[in-house]
Every structure is written in C-alpha cells, then in structure tokens.
T-cell receptor, first 113, second 112 residues
C-alpha cells in the first residue's frame, strides 16, 4: 500500500549545526510534497513544500530536496536553533489526485545547547 | 477566521459516553480533514470532506465514529460509546484543494 516513511525516529544535533531530516516515499505518482513541524502540544505547522517538477526549494533557513529517481525527500535546516526542536513530518499527495495527504511517522529533532 | 479553531482543547470523558469534537475551518477552505494522533505517533487519517462531494470515510476505525460538515463550514466529529483506545489528540485541518493543510491545535481526548 501507499506509505511514507522516515529513516530515523530521532535526530540529535548541536545548536548552530545544520540538520538533515530524511524521508522515503513509495508512490511514484505523488507530485506534491510537504514538510510539517509539530511542537509539543500544538498542531503540525507548514514549513515548506515542493512539486515534482522541481528538485530543490529554499525557504528561510530551510531547504527541501526531492530526488524522484530514488523517491527520497529531505529537509535541511541551517544553523539549527533550540526553537527548531520538534517532530518533523513529511507528507505526499499520493495517487488519485484526491487532495488527501499521506503522512510519514515523524522524526524528532533534538537540539543540544 | 485567521486559523483553524478546534474545541474543546481538552476533553476527559468516561468510558461508554459519547463525545463531540468541533472544528471551525479557515473561511474559504473547501476541504476539511480529521486526523487522529496517538501519543508519540504519526497522523492517522480519519475522514475528508471536499465541497459538496460525498466524504471520504475510509479512515474511520469503527462505526462508533462519524462526522458531519454543515453548510460547507463547521465540522463535528462524534465518537459514540467511547473506549479507552479512543484516547488521542484529534486534529482537524482545512485547505484549498490540492494545497497544503492548515491544522488546528487539536482536541486531546482522554477516556477514563
């Protein structure tokens, strides 16, 4: 069945270092991908998205990379800060063009001061 | 409104009771979604409303769960005869179709 998975459940980085969170997706028909950040006690918040006609997109301190050949998505956070500590979810739109997103299980990012 | 509003933010109920969870989507967002998140887990899809189309109920875990969306706006998720395994955070999201979701802060349901 369709699935979106993350390679590591927890990532621990030093404050100021760059973070890379990875995601593998299984549905080659997906053409829209999103990263969400969820802080404790809150709903997920949109970080950045990318469509399949691109392989890289940059935001403020964040970059999303898409490798369609190996169905891999990554989120890079530059100069990681304590406020970046959260659970990060990737999501894909799957097949069928339904508008419904399929979410991965999440990676917890811990930033050490 | 400015964001997706969910109420109540916390709900404690006794096993066997019915509960209703409310979601107020962003004005103009025709798509509305309910997800469930158990402690430390990912997001489990429950149900999806899009405009006047029949809702996608494929994620509802049992017939004790139902949802409705009145007037294309506010949605209510109802859980009948609650069980302890229903304890979770219930998240609502809305979107313009085929774009990213905006989530509410969720309702934390505890069944005792």
């Amino acid at each position: 069945g369709e699935s979106v998975g993350l390679h590591l459940p927890t990532l621990s980085v030093q404050e100021g270092d760059n973070s890379i969170i990875n995601c593998a997706y299984s549905n080659s028909a997906s053409d829209y991908f999103i990263w969400y950040k969820q802080e404790s006690g809150k709903g997920p918040q949109f970080i950045i998205d990318i469509r399949s006609n691109m392989d890289k997109r940059q935001g403020q301190r964040v970059t999303v990379l898409l490798n369609k050949t190996v169905k891999h998505l990554s989120l890079q956070i530059a100069a990681t800060q304590p406020g970046d500590s959260a659970v990060y979810f990737c999501a894909e739109n799957g097949s069928g063009n339904t508008g419904k997103l399929i979410f991965g299980q999440g990676t917890t990012l811990q930033v050490k001061p | 409104g400015a964001g997706v509003s969910q109420s109540p933010s916390n709900k404690v109920t006794e096993k066997g009771k019915d509960v209703e969870l409310r979601c107020d989507p962003i004005s103009g967002h025709t798509a509305l979604y309910w997800y469930r998140q158990s402690l430390g887990q990912g997001l489990e899809f429950l149900i999806y409303f899009q405009g006047n189309s029949a809702p996608d109920k494929s994620g509802l875990p049992s017939d004790r769960f139902s949802a409705e969306r009145t007037g294309g706006s506010v949605s209510t998720l109802t859980i009948q005869r609650t069980q302890q395994e229903d304890s979770a955070v219930y998240l609502c999201a809305s979107s313009v179709p085929f774009l990213s979701y905006t989530f509410g802060s969720g309702t934390r349901l505890t069944v005792v």
